[in-house]
């Protein structure tokens, strides 16, 4: 073999390998369980696009996902809250939003709660619905377990610290809470509307709370009128990797946007 | 008892390498435990040096957001859902198992042994599922708010059921039949010799099936974080809600960092302290049994 053609297929075996080395690579994505679905699906359309990469997507909260970006753990994290301040040396991109609820069931024949009253049944000030108009029975508080994100997000609204708060229930996941009011006439909890909507849309008895004459809708979440909401964000070191980047692009892009509604989730306009 | 080193056969390099082999075994299942319990230590030891020991005892609550790590009400919670399940579930397992031994005709008995079999293989979520969205609301209705300690005993009861159960079973079979022979040649009744004769002769078996049951329930985590209600509180009644150590550690764990997850290492440690104490609890009682027999 002349030493051309030798030295010509030496050149492509390394361009070859240089072009999948482009393409093939893994990403790990962690943090919140509020996202994972979401992110998860978005991955498998990401696979299919960029032939031979691997997106692994893991839950763990919002918490994690930060603290895995931050020591490099995960190429992604998944926050389901804007970043904090002292959290600017990463890089963040909104992906779309979510709303939290609270819910009722649907035989409980309250319709409006103020923030004060919503304050006041978490404090354990009102214990009984009929101080809210409601029926003669005692109220049971369904709150969620310490490091949520969505625990995070209603207390910093109404303004509580975990301490103050006099629960009947403690949930892990927004499901648990569903099932939980589902099974109980006088709960009250507080969920993702997109999950809330869902189940409510799918024949499960609750109903989502409005929040200062605001419905809790995907429409009034997506236009920022509603007042609990959350933006889902991907964090990831700055600069992110280039694979990360194309990753966080794609996730913005309108190609996923039919994922994202399928998730109940609200995406960027 | 057979003695291999009495036994001529044993010159045998095969034996001698089974020997060998079965010594490594041992060593590896033996070594697993404490390197498990060498990894609790390792884990929870940031705990026990920036939070200290006392925290875990004397803390205002259960608060690990504002660095309070109180454990004493998850420690009450896990034992009084033991307790109480063990109390419920430990006379029914033990008259069912007598049931299906001796007073069930046998087209009746082998069925429900079946049935009993297959209850101890139903997986804990698919119990916890049950008392979630059967259990609870039947509570809430008669006294609200329903997850409470009486739905996790009775959740833990229908799990451990099945153990004591079929272990009592087990041990009633090997009662030697001379022993109910003798004792029917005497004139004595059935429930006579059931309460004299048999139950006595079981008692190691049985023993050795609350042991197993109280392990399991101790360690029972999925159902109980679905009935329980998860609250941090020491219970003062059968209806106020409760979290368990283990609960603790499956809510929390996912979402916790520094201190907090260290911590939550502190609750598994209780926990295998807890179990510690158990056995040799068990083991100085079966003791005293036994010795009490030979006299």
Redesign the interface.
């Known amino acids: 073999m002349p030493v051309w053609l030798t030295g010509f297929f030496f050149l492509v075996i390394i361009f070859s390998h240089t072009l999948a080395m482009a393409t093939q690579g893994k990403l790990v994505i962690t943090g919140s369980s509020t996202m994972a679905p979401l992110v998860a699906e978005i991955g498998k359309r990401f696979e299919t696009l960029h032939p031979g990469t691997r997106v692994d997507v893991q839950t763990g909260g919002s918490s994690r996902g930060i603290a895995d970006a931050v020591n490099g753990l995960a190429d992604i994290g998944m926050a389901s809250r804007a970043l904090k301040p002292q959290e600017h040396t990463l890089h963040g991109a909104i992906i779309a939003y979510d709303g939290i609820t609270l819910i009722l069931h649907q035989d409980n024949p309250v319709h409006e709660l103020s923030n004060e009253q919503i304050k006041a049944i978490y404090t354990g000030a009102i214990t009984n619905w009929k101080t809210v108009g409601g029926l003669n029975a005692p109220i049971t508080v369904i709150n969620k377990a310490e490091g949520r994100s969505t625990l995070e997000l209603f207390l910093q609204h109404f303004s509580l610290s975990n301490r103050q708060i006099q629960a009947h229930v403690v949930i892990g996941d927004n499901e648990q809470g569903i099932k939980t009011v589902e099974g109980n006439p006088h709960a009250i909890g507080y969920v993702s509307i997109g999950t809330a909507q869902y189940d409510a849309t799918h024949g499960v008895p609750i109903r989502l709370l409005p929040l200062q004459h605001i419905p809790a809708t995907l429409e009034t979440v997506r236009n920022g009128t509603f007042p609990l909401s959350r933006p889902l964000t991907l964090v990831s070191k700055a600069p992110p990797t280039e694979l990360a980047q194309t990753f966080i692009e794609f996730s913005q892009s309108p190609a996923v946007h039919d994922l994202i509604l399928k998730q109940y989730f609200v995406p960027l306009p | 008892m057979i003695s291999s080193s009495n036994n001529i056969l044993s010159h045998f390099h095969s034996d001698r390498f089974l020997l060998w082999s079965l010594r490594f075994l041992a060593l590896i299942a033996g070594s697993l435990l404490v390197l498990i319990v060498l990894f609790l230590l390792h884990e929870s030891l940031p705990a026990f040096q920036h939070i200290g020991l006392r925290s875990f005892f004397a803390d205002e609550?259960w608060?690990?957001?504002?660095e309070l790590y109180l454990l004493t009400p998850m420690l009450w919670g896990t034992i009084w859902a033991t307790l109480g399940s063990i109390m419920l579930a430990a006379p029914l397992g033990i008259s069912s198992a007598v049931c299906i031994q001796y007073y069930a005709p046998p087209f009746l008995a082998k069925p429900y042994r079946r049935l009993v079999e297959l209850l101890a293989g139903i997986p804990s979520v698919v119990f916890g599922l049950w008392g979630?969205?059967v259990l609870?609301?039947l509570i809430?209705r008669w006294q609200?708010?329903?997850?409470s300690l009486l739905a996790g005993i009775l959740v833990l009861s229908v799990m451990i059921l099945p153990t004591i159960t079929l272990v009592t079973l087990a041990s009633l079979a090997h009662i030697p039949a001379s022993s109910i022979h003798s004792a029917t040649a005497l004139g004595l009744g059935r429930w006579a010799i059931i309460q004299r004769v048999i139950l006595p002769t079981a008692k190691a078996g049985i023993f050795t099936g609350i042991f197993l049951g109280v392990a399991r329930a101790l360690g029972e985590t999925m159902a109980i974080?679905?009935v329980c209600?998860?609250?941090?509180q020491a219970p003062s009644t059968l209806f106020d809600?409760i979290?368990t150590l283990t609960a603790n550690i499956?809510?929390?764990m996912?979402?916790?960092?520094g201190n907090?997850r260290s911590t939550l290492f502190v609750s598994g440690l209780f926990l295998m302290v807890m179990v510690v104490v158990f056995v040799i609890m068990a083991e100085g009682l079966r003791h005293r049994e036994a010795h009490a027999d030979t006299r």
């Open positions: 609550g608060y690990p957001s504002e979630l969205v609870v609301p809430a609200p708010p329903g997850p974080l679905m209600g998860n609250v941090v809600p979290r499956a809510l929390e996912a979402y916790a960092l907090h």
